[in-house]
């Protein structure tokens, strides 16, 4: 089983703000990219990564790479979707793919594991928590409409993995339609095929605003102390 690897780091990071984008903000004395990028490195099915960037990106992200020759740095798109697209067809070798956030770089292995075995089986598999706060919807004024039950709201998290050739016509659909997602599942069930949820971990947060820095910070301490 080849499973190929794309890391979505093109991103502007508008809402976490500040002098140096989030994916290559230091944390532990390590960019948050190579955090990401040490989830995959060395796992003997994953044949081929590709993280990419933004354009203006590009030359310093192959230079931080550079003591990874597995990786291959391109530059990405308007929007994360594009992305991601010009991240998968840029595999060349893979049968599966696993589709994660640069900025997502708390995943545990053993997470990891559970995800890959999915998706072997099922074709269609990505990581998630089950929702701990009531969730309201409203109309456009502000005024609660309804509470959708709790027990079968999920918070979606990447990595998402699905077979290579069923993600491709996916995102060529979607291209097609103009349909623009919050992630790549979202594609995969408008075409119609079954997306399958592994529990995910309350830990492997995306590193969004900027007070997700000091929760990344707290997620790093409590694992060392853990490991002593
Ligand atoms: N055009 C884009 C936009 C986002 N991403 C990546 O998708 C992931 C999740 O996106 P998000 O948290 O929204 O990152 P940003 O787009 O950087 O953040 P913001 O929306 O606050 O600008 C990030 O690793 C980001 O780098 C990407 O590859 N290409
Ligand atoms: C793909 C994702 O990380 C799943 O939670 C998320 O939807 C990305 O959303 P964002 O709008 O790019 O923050």
Same mark, same amino acid.
């Given at each position: ?17 500040? *002098? ?19 989830? /995959?490195?060395? @796992? ?15 030359? !310093?992200?192959?230079?931080? #790479? ?5 990786? @291959? ?12 697209? #010009?991240?998968?067809?840029?595999? %060349? ?12 770089? /708390? ?7 559970? @995800? ?33 039950? !709790?027990?079968? #709201? ?13 993600? #491709? ?10 349909? @623009?997602?919050?992630?790549?599942? %979202? ?22 605003? *900027? ?14 102390? !853990?490991?002593?």
């Amino acid at each position: 089983m080849n499973i190929g690897v794309v890391i979505a780091a093109a991103g502007q990071g508008k809402r976490m703000g500040g *002098p140096v984008k989030k994916q290559f903000i230091e944390l532990a004395g390590k960019p948050v990219l190579l955090h990401t990028l040490d989830l /995959f490195v060395g @796992l003997e099915y994953v044949k081929e990564i590709v993280v990419v960037t933004a354009e203006e990106d590009v030359e !310093r992200t192959r230079k931080l #790479l550079a003591a990874y020759p597995q990786a @291959l740095v391109i530059p990405g798109g308007a929007e994360r979707q594009d992305s991601v697209y #010009l991240g998968i067809t840029a595999l %060349s070798s893979s049968d599966y793919v696993m589709i994660h956030d640069g900025a997502r770089p /708390f995943l545990s292995c053993s997470t990891l594991e559970k @995800l890959v075995d999915a998706v072997r089986v099922k074709r269609a598999a990505i990581l998630a928590v089950p929702v701990k706060d009531t969730i309201k919807r409203t109309d456009e004024t502000g005024v609660v409409m309804d509470t959708p039950p !709790r027990k079968s #709201l999920w918070a979606v998290q990447t990595p998402q993995a699905f077979a290579l050739s069923d993600i #491709l016509a996916a995102h060529e659909q979607a291209r097609k339609d103009g349909f @623009l997602g919050t992630d790549d599942a %979202s594609l995969v069930e408008r075409i119609g095929q079954a997306v399958h949820v592994v529990e995910g971990e309350y830990t492997n947060i995306k590193l969004t605003t *900027p007070e997700d820095i000091v929760f990344g910070e707290a997620i790093l301490k409590w694992r060392r102390e !853990r490991e002593q």
